[in-house]
Structure formats: C-alpha cells, structure tokens
C-alpha cells in the first residue's frame, strides 16, 4: 500500500487544483478518477470548448486549462489511479483504507 497525505477522488480541474494548493502545503496527493486521463469532463466530453469562468483568463479552451493544471502540478508529483471507481472509504487510524476493485470504463 502506497502512504499519502490526501487522497483526491475525481482528477478533473478541481482534484487537480486541489493538487496545487496541498502541494503549496507540503502535502502529497493521490487521485483516483474512473476516466482513463486526468482531466474529467472537460477532456471527455469537450477538450476544444471554450470556458469563460477562469479567474485570469478572459477564454481559455478545455483542454489547454487541463494542460496548464498538470504543467502547474507537475513539480508536486501526484501519484494517478485512472480507469478505476473509488467504492468504499473506511476510517482506520491512523490510515484511512481506500478499496478500488478493478472496473472498466464503458466506452
């Protein structure tokens, strides 16, 4: 078992943020996501949509904002989980078991 400070369930732009801003902390991350690729819906359903709602940026288009998040979470080595489904959280001290069983992900 791999030890981590956070586990992050979903590696869309809000797991993969929140990557930074523990990163910030010192703190290591793991992301779990069913998607095959970090990115979440935005890389799934419309990589080349534009979005309007980003502090700093007037437009910014889908798949270059996920690029930027992993460019930026880079320097903080997330460990990634991809093509599988967070099923159960159990509370152990002082370690927090995460079970993930092997699962496809429906085309």
């Given at each position: 078992m791999k030890e981590t400070d956070i586990i992050i369930i979903g590696a869309g732009p809000t797991g993969l943020f929140a990557v930074f801003e523990a990163g910030l902390l010192?703190?290591?991350c793991h992301l779990i996501?069913?998607?095959?690729?970090?990115g979440g819906?935005?890389?799934?359903?419309y990589p080349k949509k534009p979005i309007f709602d980003i502090p700093g940026y007037?437009?910014?288009g889908a798949g270059e904002l996920i690029d930027n998040l992993m460019e930026q979470i880079k320097q903080f080595q997330?460990?990634?989980t991809l093509s599988e489904t967070a099923?159960?959280?159990?509370?152990?001290?002082?370690m927090i078991p995460l079970s993930s069983p092997p699962t496809r992900v429906p085309k």
């Open positions: 010192r703190l290591k996501d069913t998607l095959p690729q970090p819906q935005l890389t799934e359903l007037p437009s910014v997330p460990e990634f099923v159960t959280l159990e509370k152990n001290k002082p």
